[in-house]
């Protein structure tokens, strides 16, 4: 009952906002079975990636590579999977991917089944009687059979604890297998409370994703960059003045000149790309996802 009560308070704002569920409708209509080629990998959790367009940086991809460790990757950068639904809310759109993600009411409802494993290490009401029992009588004969009752619990407690986590690997990988199979989402998140009309359009919202992933058939025009700083010119070190998360390369490529030296690692699924610059007698060194600088380290050479 607790879970199916938000889906209800959702059909009762679509019903009263007809604009809202007219374009969600369009949406569905135009999106839902095209085919989204990503650029990043996408987490195997129905949690997806929350992408902010209007925000300098859209992407917290250091949550995002948590997510993509936590649960693994579902769709790899560069692979295509098929918009399967596009949900309008109050505040952001939800765009899944082959299935949206593992983790909904229904996957919970038909999640492998798992046992309880007894500790070994962990007494028993039984095994502390038993063992008092033995402690306290003065009866050889009686003393051994108390002592063979207590070896044979314990014996048939480490066996079932053995057996459940037996069972709990094996579901532990059925979950892992699921999750790697049903897809991931997109979450297009607005501060302001409610999506702007913009967006609410096939191009908008492949404009909102465009650095992410393409749908083929759509093409949306690239989302509102930030705004371009122009270094100064009075000195070298004006470029290096001018940085902050969220410019795009060519800004920091801008204000800083070409690379001296480009690195790539692999953080979770998701490409790093790390480029160091010198500039006068400082050293930049700059990490992007995507082609966005998401931290840099300023230093002398």
Do not use: C, W
């Not at 082959?98 to 494993?117: I, K, M, N």
């Amino acid at each position: 009952m607790t879970r199916a009560f938000p889906f209800t308070i959702a059909a009762l704002v679509l019903a009263a906002s007809p604009a809202l569920a007219q374009s969600e409708s369009a949406l569905k209509q135009a999106l839902e079975g095209q085919t989204m080629v990503l650029r990043i990998g996408m987490p195997a959790t129905q949690l997806g990636v929350d992408v902010y367009p209007t925000r300098p940086q859209p992407v917290d991809f250091g949550g995002l590579a948590r997510r993509v460790k936590e649960y693994g990757t579902a769709i790899h950068q560069g692979e295509s999977q098929t918009i399967t639904t596009i949900k309008v809310k109050r505040d952001h759109i939800e765009v899944h991917l082959g299935g949206g993600g593992f983790g909904t009411f229904t996957d919970l409802l038909s999640a492998p089944q798992r046992e309880y494993a007894p500790s070994p290490y962990v007494k028993t009401s039984r095994e502390r009687d038993l063992e008092n029992r033995i402690k306290n009588t003065s009866d050889a004969g009686e003393r051994r059979r108390l002592q063979r009752e207590l070896d044979t619990l314990r014996a048939d407690k480490r066996a079932a604890s053995a057996d459940a986590a037996m069972v709990n690997r094996m579901a532990d990988q059925e979950e892992r297998d699921r999750r790697l199979q049903s897809g991931s989402r997109f979450n297009v998140r607005f501060d302001g409370g409610s999506v702007p009309p913009e967006y609410l359009t096939p191009d908008g919202l492949a404009s909102a994703l465009a650095r992410f992933g393409q749908v083929e058939g759509v093409d949306g025009p690239m989302a509102p960059a930030p705004r371009a700083v122009t270094p100064a010119a009075s000195t070298p070190l004006g470029g290096i003045a001018s940085l902050k998360k969220g410019l795009t390369l060519e800004q920091v490529e801008k204000a800083l000149g070409p690379a001296d030296e480009v690195t790539h690692h692999d953080a979770g699924g998701i490409e790093v790309i790390e480029r160091t610059y010198v500039v006068g007698e400082r050293q930049v060194v700059a990490r992007f996802v995507s082609g966005v600088l998401i931290e840099y380290l300023i230093q002398s050479k």
